[in-house]
């Protein structure tokens, strides 16, 4: 395997702190997705959440108090209105309102106003492009979100009368049938809207039972709760109390605040609002989301990222470094729920992540499968040039990672003259290292070739290119001296600390976002230079 996988220096960081890891470890405990079990890159963590989960999180601020504000840039919201009204065109424009009520003045105008009075049928009701004219369910629907956008725009009242009557008599016709409880609410949620009393028989809907919701699965308790806010809407809607089993929500408020997604998390805050909760019982809920906050004002979601084996591989090679166990009973559990669901890519690069993960968690031996596409010159190169070598490079990480042999490449030599012929030169030689092959570096690539390039960190588009580059100069036995002191000082300090994952690195040359791969290729330059420069993580600061 892989010597950065199976060493550490001096000594693990469980044997430092007397058999279990520092707290730092659980750094990557927040980048395990709810989704599947793998690791997610941490860059997706300062990414906002979509439009409909950002609508979701800025309402149930509001409900319970905050002035929510937001300070998007004209592209942004573009694109978030471009996306929303994709999707659906009608609650599309309904996400968008507490952005708009937020300070995006751009997210709605009186334009919208126009766009929704277009989708008004003769019948009175509304369509929506994602729902559809078949059915009632959809009309409903579709209907409730053209009103509450119309009323946040201030122009339902702007409705020629002749109009609103049409809407109201088709609303009165289907309020004599039965329907299901999100329809219910639709029908009469739009009833409220146009200042029109709802019908007794459908005031009278009865709670959603809650007898025995420890033994619902996850989906039957997700659809209890949606049909509890629906009707906890019609309710409301009809001015009156609604009756809500506050010793069976309180506990999933609770256990579910940190982790619940958006709108599950607002039609709950909803419900227990309505049930008389205190208010001290959603101070966990204000944490979670005032923790979520962007710089503009606007909440990410990383729970709801998708993991995959190559972040999950950088975890475990990040932990190798810092001398963390490796053990993850969770990160097996995703690999064969992945692999049994039929779902797991079949791409050889993929299929390759996936065998080194297990090995490196499982401390396992390569299966013959994985040595045979070790030997694939499909997948890894036979010949390394300038072009190619970041691709051979990570291939040949990932096949020592997994206890696989490749072959000694072929390199074409070429003069590393500029920044970009440099990086690739050190790539190579990174990955004749880490391959323990360290003595086949070509002779054209020296100390003395690399030094000038080691010491000025400017020409290098990324941290993770210049931490290539040092490495690789140490690795030809280039010496930490005063000015390459300085200029690892100027090209990675400023660029140490992620929220919530103070060890980490971001990206560089411009681009804020944390990364793992950025981090690994500091955190192993340190370690080659013997921890001089103190960016490995240190039991022994940790916790002060």
């Not at 039929?342 to 992540?353: I, K, V, Y």
Request: hydrophobic letters at 40%; one cysteine or more.
């Amino acid at each position: 395997m892989s010597a950065l996988l199976t060493t550490s220096c001096g000594g693990s960081a469980s044997e430092r702190s007397g058999g279990r890891d520092p707290a730092a470890a659980g750094q990557f405990d927040r980048l395990v997705s709810q989704e599947n079990g793998y690791y997610y890159h941490p860059f997706l963590r300062e990414q906002p959440a979509g439009p409909q989960a950002q609508s979701f999180a800025l309402r149930t601020l509001s409900e319970l108090g905050d002035a929510p504000r937001v300070r998007m840039d004209a592209a942004q919201v573009r694109s978030w209105r471009e996306g929303a009204l994709e999707t659906s065109s009608l609650w599309g424009r309904d996400w968008l309102v507490p952005l708009w009520q937020a300070g995006a003045d751009r997210a709605l105008g009186q334009r919208d106003a126009a766009a929704v009075n277009r989708t008004r049928t003769k019948g009175g009701w509304y369509v929506d492009s994602a729902l559809g004219d078949d059915d009632e369910a959809a009309r409903l629907g579709a209907t409730w979100a053209a009103l509450g956008v119309l009323d946040a725009l201030g122009r339902l009242d702007d409705v020629p009368s002749e109009d609103r009557a049409t809407t109201v008599a088709w609303l009165g016709s289907a309020a004599k049938r039965r329907h299901a409880l999100d329809q219910s609410s639709a029908l009469a949620g739009s009833l409220r809207l146009l200042k029109q009393p709802v019908p007794a028989s459908l005031a009278r809907v009865a709670a959603p039972r809650t007898g025995g919701f420890a033994d619902l699965s996850p989906d039957e308790r997700a659809t209890r709760l949606s049909d509890t806010y629906s009707y906890v809407l019609v309710r409301e809607a009809a001015g009156q109390r609604a009756v809500v089993d506050r010793t069976v929500w309180e506990p999933v408020l609770r256990d579910g605040a940190a982790t619940l997604p958006y709108e599950q998390l607002y039609q709950l805050v909803h419900v227990l609002k309505a049930a008389g909760t205190p208010r001290s019982a959603f101070a966990p809920v204000l944490e979670r989301l005032h923790g979520t906050l962007l710089d503009d004002g606007t909440v990410r979601e990383p729970d709801a990222f998708i993991g995959d084996p190559e972040a999950s591989l950088f975890v475990q090679r990040l932990r190798t470094l810092a001398g963390w166990s490796r053990e993850d009973p969770r990160l097996l559990q995703a690999i064969a729920r992945e692999e049994k669901s039929g779902t797991a890519s079949p791409e050889a690069t993929e299929r390759l992540n996936r065998a080194a993960l297990r090995a490196v968690t499982e401390n396992s031996d390569p299966s013959d499968r994985v040595r045979q596409l070790c030997t694939d010159p499909n997948l890894v190169p036979t010949t390394v040039t300038p072009q190619n070598a970041t691709a051979w490079q990570r291939t040949v990480l990932t096949c020592a990672d997994a206890g696989a042999e490749t072959r000694d490449p072929v390199v074409a030599a070429w003069r590393p003259d500029s920044a970009d012929a440099v990086v690739a030169a050190a790539t190579l030689t990174v990955g004749l290292a880490d391959s323990d092959r360290r003595d086949r570096v070509p002779s054209w690539i020296t100390a003395d070739a690399l030094r000038r390039w080691a010491r000025d960190p400017a020409p290098f588009g990324s941290l993770y290119d210049y931490t290539l580059v040092v490495r690789a100069y140490a690795l030809l036995g280039g010496a930490l001296d005063g000015p390459l002191r300085a200029a690892l000082g100027r090209a990675v300090t400023p660029y140490r600390g992620c929220p919530g994952l103070p060890d980490l690195y971001r990206v560089g040359g411009g681009d804020e976002a944390c990364d793992l791969k950025t981090t690994w290729g500091v955190w192993a330059l340190d370690r080659e230079l013997d921890g001089a420069m103190g960016w490995l993580p240190d039991a022994t600061r940790i916790g002060k």
